[in-house]
């Protein structure tokens, strides 16, 4: 991979996506991008970035696909789950209008919004409750993996028992999502860079680990649209090495990486 190479990439992944690959991921590129060049039984990169010249359409998927990062866990950062269950989950008990909506903005193989949804599960699963969980990410094999719902055990070895048995049941080797918790998830694609088809009010948006691939100008229009689409009472949860510091002054840091906007939207 030459330099130009290097940089026809760079530029290509950063106008689709936004993240951006400094010259010191340029290992982490050129491994992840042979396994598909091996796939196309192609020999250089050289070949492979004309290739995306010319047929930009069929292989943009895959390229994206080969250079997300997908790191998840179920329950990781747990203080936000924590923080769902002492905090919001009491307070959502006593609303009156008993509709309730979650964002899982960057949910990679699944992990993420199904923790949310054994979370709440018990208290708003049932009518009168009308509670969904959005879960996007903007590749596809991550989303087809969520959608099946199927986990090793070694994933899912910092599960409490109690949880465990609830909510998985096993199927050869693996372990399934049962339908309790599934049917209260929706996948899409949805690139964050892109425009989005949702109206919100949404009452948390997830916005965890995905942030730190974006550069401030790209981050700003995102955390601005999620202030959008989040409700005046909602709450937004960023990764543990993430900050709005710098990026927006519409939002209040009220617990370890958890923001509440700070001020009333007029949505007339
Ligand atoms: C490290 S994972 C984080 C998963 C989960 N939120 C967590 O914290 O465990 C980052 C995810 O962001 C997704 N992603 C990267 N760029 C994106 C974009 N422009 N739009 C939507 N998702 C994106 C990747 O595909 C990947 O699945």
Known sequence: ????????????????????????KRHMVYSRLCRRLRALRINDFRQYCLLLQQQQEQELGHFINALT???????????????????????????????????????????????????LEPFFAK??????????????????????????????ENLPGKLMDKYFQPKGNVFKVTDDAQKLVFFRQLNLLESWPMQGPFDVIFCRNVLIYFDNPTKKKIISKFR??????????????????????????IGQTIYRPNRRLNHF
Request: hydrophobic share 35%.
């Open 127 to 156: 009518s009168p409750w009308d509670l969904k969980i959005l879960a996007t990410d903007l590749d596809t094999n991550v989303l087809t993996k969520a959608e099946a719902g199927l986990y090793p055990p070694e994933n899912l």
């Open 69 to 119: 990062t997908n790191l998840t866990s179920f329950f990781r950062e747990k203080h936000h789950f924590e923080f769902l269950r002492d905090e919001l989950i009491p307070r959502w008990q006593k609303r009156a209008d008993k509709r309730l909506r979650i964002w899982s903005s960057a949910c990679s193989t699944g992990e993420e919004p199904y923790s949310i949804a054994m979370t």
């Open 228 to 253: 959008q689409l989040l409700s005046d009472d909602g709450y937004l949860f960023i990764g543990h090495s993430e900050t709005l510091h710098h990026i927006s002054d519409e939002f209040d840091l």
């Open 1 to 24: 991979m030459t330099q130009a190479d290097f940089e026809f990439i760079r530029d290509l992944a950063y106008s689709q996506t936004g993240i951006v690959l400094p010259d010191r």
